[in-house]
């Protein structure tokens, strides 16, 4: 039979299979992309953490050595201040040798000097010509008479390079003067470039204007200009703030724009002038880049896995329920053609006894007839000739009426199968000969290709007989003439298949779905009644077995019949044929 796509198409399995695999998808990846997520924001918040506990224990290890170095360096001054006279220090070539001393134990000091209150040195050691200077206008010169310790921010001076200097005020008797050293930017320099961690890293001062007092690496020289990102009064509470910013122009060719640098800033306890050091995360957060890269990819496979094995479990699901539903709806068709046939079998039965009883009265009528022209002198009756050719048709016609009556009877009679011994090889090979002559007579040859391993069976010999002769006789209807049939044979489970196939014309697609309909036929009028698969259907049905057919248009057709080891156990007894009829 042709398999049933109405039902098929109703499904929308497209619909069911898309609804299907997003469903699958949402429950497989919702929680996969949630732990991505999660496991992506607490490595990069841990790692944040680590950097900013490193940075603030560099910057607190650093902030105590520059403020030990800066109170070493104004205690030193003041010591040299205070425990030398204005007669030792003045003297040029006592202070040149105290300035060795000086630099013997540490080279911290550019140079120094002994001013008077005129603001001119009264003694100079150091690289610069400064004894002509004068300093009365100098802001370092106004502050230390009112501070008596001034240690200042950098600026240029006469010697037109920034630098910065440490100044005592002492008053030794009636007369006053001013201890002035400027302190080795070199000295700094080195003290802050320890805290260099990467190529990246820097590490610099500035005063709460944002004045570098110290050179930067990546955001300037001395006396330049580095932008705060906080707000003063967060540093002056004291302690360590941690934060972001760009980073430096200087880096841009080499690192992603969108980078960021860490940058910890600590004020100075000695002087009004801010610590800073900077990473830059370019290099920083290489391990956490990588790490998250590691969540990202294994994210990523996890999605690619789930998908695909949610496009291959929904293909396989909506394919299992195509399946099963073609399955389904193969079984609601037989059984709809098992309830179309048993309806008709009881209608069959019933026209054939209606109509039997009007047959066999107008046979006898013939017959009547025919006797009495039989007794007539034909010479004398002007159509004797033709009154006895309507009687012999009238007669021949009932006959056929009758083959039809009978066989519709045999269609919708109820019977048990037989349970005979029986080789389908041989009925089959019976069957292809009672057929043979005619076959023969339109050129049509039988091919046989019987299996030698097809098992006996137990089955009703006549009604498979008729349904092998129905078939083979339909097939050489189709072919025409100049053809050929094959009948084929082989096991198939315990039972047998047999196929017999035609290389006639093949069958329409809208006609294989009415094939097994009763009264259904494609011969001419007067050539068929259509009665012969539809009872074919039946006998096989009640047998056990099934029938199913293939063909395409313009190369032939197939019917393949699969009978079981046995047939069914029978539920009704035979009904008695009506004498009748």
Request: charged content about 20%; overall charge negative; glycine content about 8%.
């Amino acid at each position: 039979m042709s398999e049933p796509k109405s039902y098929v198409a109703k499904r929308g399995y497209a619909g069911i299979r898309r609804r299907l695999l997003f469903l699958l998808l949402l429950l497989a990846m919702t929680p996969l992309l949630a732990l991505g997520l999660f496991c992506y924001d607490r490595l990069g918040a841990l790692y944040d953490e680590k950097l900013a506990i490193g940075l603030e224990s560099v910057t607190n290890s650093k902030h105590r050595a520059l403020d030990t170095f800066l109170t070493e360096r104004v205690s030193q001054i003041r010591t040299l201040a205070f425990t030398h006279s204005y007669e030792e220090l003045s003297d040029p070539e006592r202070l040149s040798s105290i300035f060795s001393v000086m630099q013997a134990h540490s080279r911290s000091f550019a140079d120094v000097g002994i001013i008077g209150m005129d603001g001119k040195h009264v003694a100079y050691v150091g690289p610069f010509d400064l004894r002509t200077a004068d300093y009365t206008s100098a802001e370092w010169f106004q502050a230390v008479l009112r501070r008596g310790v001034y240690v200042s921010d950098v600026f240029m001076g006469y010697r037109n390079v920034p630098h910065f200097i440490i100044a005592v005020l002492r008053h030794e008797g009636s007369r006053s003067f001013i201890l002035r050293a400027t302190i080795d930017m070199e000295a700094i320099g080195a003290l802050l470039q320890r805290l260099y961690s990467a190529g990246s890293s820097d590490a610099f001062l500035v005063n709460e204007e944002g004045i570098l007092q110290t050179p930067s690496r990546h955001y300037g020289s001395s006396m330049g200009h580095f932008a705060l990102p906080l707000k003063m009064e967060q540093l002056r509470k004291g302690g360590i703030v941690v934060e972001k910013l760009a980073t430096p122009s200087s880096l841009q060719p080499t690192t992603s724009s969108s980078a960021r640098a860490a940058v910890a800033m600590m004020r100075l306890e000695t002087m009004p002038w801010i610590l800073v050091v900077v990473d830059d995360m370019t290099d920083s957060l290489q391990p956490l880049r990588q790490l998250r890269l590691s969540v990202a990819l294994l994210v990523l496979l996890g999605l690619v896995i789930t998908g695909f094995g949610a496009v291959i479990a929904t293909r396989r699901l909506v394919s299992s329920l195509a399946a099963s539903d073609r399955k389904q709806a193969h079984i609601d068709a037989r059984m709809l053609q098992s309830s179309k046939m048993a309806a008709l079998g009881k209608m069959a039965a019933g026209v054939a006894h209606e109509i039997n009883n009007p047959l066999m009265l107008i046979q006898e009528n013939a017959g009547w007839m025919r006797d009495l022209l039989e007794e007539e002198d034909a010479a004398k009756m002007q159509n004797y000739k033709e009154l006895l050719e309507s009687t012999g048709k009238i007669e021949q016609h009932v006959q056929r009426a009758k083959g039809i009556t009978q066989r519709m009877l045999g269609f919708g009679r109820r019977m048990n199968p037989g349970r005979t011994e029986i080789m389908p090889n041989q009925l089959l090979d019976q069957a292809a000969d009672f057929l043979a002559t005619e076959a023969r007579g339109r050129h049509i040859e039988l091919v046989r290709e019987l299996g030698a391993d097809v098992p006996v069976i137990l089955s009703d010999p006549a009604q498979l007989q008729q349904v092998f002769i129905n078939i083979i006789d339909n097939a050489i209807d189709a072919v025409g003439k100049d053809g050929t049939i094959t009948l084929r044979s082989e096991a198939h489970g315990k039972g047998a298949r047999l196929s017999i196939t035609d290389t006639g014309p093949g069958i329409s697609p809208e006609n294989m779905k009415r094939i097994f309909d009763p009264f259904f036929t494609t011969k001419a009028v007067g050539e068929g009644t259509g009665l012969g698969l539809a009872i074919c259907f039946s006998i096989l049905e009640k047998l056990g077995g099934r029938i199913e057919v293939e063909s395409t248009p313009g190369q032939g057709t197939t019917f393949r019949i699969d009978l079981p080891p046995e047939p069914p156990e029978a539920a009704a007894t035979a009904e008695p044929e009506d004498e009748e009829a």
